[in-house]
């Protein structure tokens, strides 16, 4: 499962979350100390309802549509 | 928006095998990258895929957004895989059933037992051999990226849960 760093950071557009999501290091295995809580015994899955997963009670990751300006930051 | 090229990423899987002490559970869970179109549709594979992008199906679902409205960006859908079939962790057996926490998802056309020699695929072909467009995929089993249509959605996580105790 990503880590909780990964899970809970915002993304601005969907190649910054992509870039993130598929890097090995920012994955971690259910006994890794650096995963929600730190406990070593509990399995991190289902990842949306394991208290222990990055994941748990999560329904959505922030990934924003890119946004656009005008130069002088005019919006779109 | 119709499906593509790292439309979703895997964040989560389990290959977790049977282990009656732990309650055993396979399974993936993926984020929309962007909306994800009414009635789009993407086939997971538990498999293999030669360099053509030919795909060697041990088993596959298939996912359906089946909600009525566009999945927006950021989405998480999860597959459980819950029921094991045999009495180890054997190759002759694997997960039977399937259930998702958005859309539907299809049982398993065969056991369904990811493990370290395989890779978990998600393409756009819904059947056969053909893999259309590789939207993304988990590699262990052959790291190198044969057959993928697009390199940047693949990636070589560590596993969530312990590999089998007896891979094949």
């Known amino acids: 499962v990503i880590n909780a760093a990964t899970a809970n950071a915002a993304y601005a557009n969907a190649a910054a979350a992509r870039t993130a999501y598929t890097n090995p290091a920012n994955w971690i295995t259910d006994d890794d100390s650096s995963d929600a809580t730190g406990n070593i015994v509990e399995a991190d899955w289902p990842p949306l309802s394991d208290t222990n997963s990055p994941l748990y009670g999560k329904a959505a990751l922030t990934v924003a549509a890119p946004t656009f300006a005008f130069a002088d930051g005019t919006a779109w | ?112 037992n990811v493990d370290t020699t395989d890779n978990l695929y998600a393409v756009t072909g819904l059947s056969g051999a053909a893999s259309g467009t590789t939207v993304a995929a988990i590699l262990w089993g ?27």
């Open chain 2, 142 to 168: 052959d790291t190198g990226d044969r057959g993928i249509t697009a390199a940047p959605v693949s990636s070589t996580p560590r596993a969530t849960r312990e590999p089998p105790t007896t891979p094949r």
């Open chain 2, 1 to 112: 928006m119709a499906v593509t090229a790292g439309s979703v990423a895997f964040v989560a899987y389990s290959y977790d095998s049977f282990n009656s002490g732990m309650g055993n559970q396979q399974g993936f869970a993926f984020i929309a990258l962007g909306p994800i179109g009414a009635n789009e549709q993407i086939r997971f594979v538990d498999g293999a895929m030669n360099n053509k992008g030919s795909l060697t199906i041990d088993s596959q679902v298939v996912w359906t957004n089946n909600t009525g409205a566009s999945l927006p960006a950021g989405t998480i859908v999860q597959v459980t895989f819950d029921r094991y079939s045999g009495a180890d962790s054997s190759d002759a057996a694997g997960f039977t059933t399937s259930a998702v926490n958005i859309g539907s998802v299809t049982a398993p056309t065969a056991l369904w």
